[in-house]
């Protein structure tokens, strides 16, 4: 009998984990019925193949639903790469997805590109040190005057990782990028690239320092203009190079989860395949249990009335 109510016992416990991380799903997302039921069966796919807790799961599936709405493999896949990523990178999972999320919605990321993009900021933070929350969500602020100047989401990224791991006050870079696109339009330029690697090269090109900071003031305004002439003329500005290097690079997030789980991540990844195997045992003891509560209620009540 000992094996047997060990057994019982553990699978009551595996049943009350996944019970609680399949509510936290309902009430994330206000799915009922076949959506639910999806949904249910994707926590039961991802769980299985991530050493993540069921919580983390459960908060991946849920707030990805809603963000994106996502549902099947689709939805499962992204959950795994943002699980992964919230564990190599050791950033805080609900924040990520939140702030990645939004990245893929400001600069209208494709559903089958989202994972690719992930990747790609992974690469980005790796090789410069630039933080993945600091990345998304600088992206995403300056995505209008980003977009509006021609530069891409891979150049962007590549841009910010350069600025911050050189030291360039990326928010008075950006800030000033506005202040030029205000001057090319009262210019009537239409071709705002152009007319930015335009005035970029003459900044570089100039014979002094004070020339350059003139120029500069032009474009960019004078309170930015002499950090932007220093920026361009000290060639903060050219990622050709590093995006060269990006592209190139074999490097996902998956792989990198892989290459770097250990003893514990493998542990892990055991006990979320024993709690998923013995769930349905648990549920159904769980609902005798429950059973009996119920039949013992009317004998509770009457016992009651009868102390009183």
Known sequence: TAPILAIG?????ASLVVDDALDTIRLSTGATGAALDSLEGSFTNVFE????????????????????????????????????LARISKGDLAGQIAANTRLFGDWSIA????????????????????????????????????????????????????????????????????????????????????????????IKEAGTVGEANSLAMETFGAKAGPDMAAAIREGRFEVDALL???????????????????????LQLLQNKAVAALEPLGTEL?????????ALMPLIDAAASLAK
Not at 118 to 124: P, T
Not at 244 to 266: C, V
Not at 286 to 294: C, H, I, K, R, T
């Open 111 to 202: 559903t089958k590109d989202q994972g690719a993009t992930l990747d790609f900021l992974w690469k980005v933070s790796q090789s410069t040190g630039a933080g993945i929350d600091t990345l998304s969500a600088k992206v995403v602020q300056f995505g209008a005057p980003l977009r509006q100047m021609g530069f891409g989401l891979e150049e962007s990224l590549a841009l910010l990782g350069k600025w911050e791991k050189e030291g360039v006050n990326a928010e008075l870079a950006l800030g000033s990028l506005r202040i030029a696109l205000g001057k090319f339009a009262k210019e009537g330029v239409t071709d705002t690239n152009a007319a930015l690697t335009e005035a970029i090269a003459k």
């Open 244 to 266: 060269t290097e990006l592209r190139g690079s074999p490097e996902t997030i998956n792989g990198a989860a892989e290459a770097t789980d250990g003893f514990a991540e493998k």
């Open 9 to 13: 016992t553990a699978a009551i416990a």
């Open 286 to 294: 769980v609902n005798v249990a429950g059973n009996a509560l119920d």
């Open 49 to 84: 193949n991530v050493p993540s807790s069921a919580e983390d799961v459960a908060t991946a599936l849920g707030e990805l639903n809603t963000r994106t709405g996502l549902m099947g493999e689709e939805l499962e896949n992204l959950a795994v790469q943002s699980l992964n």
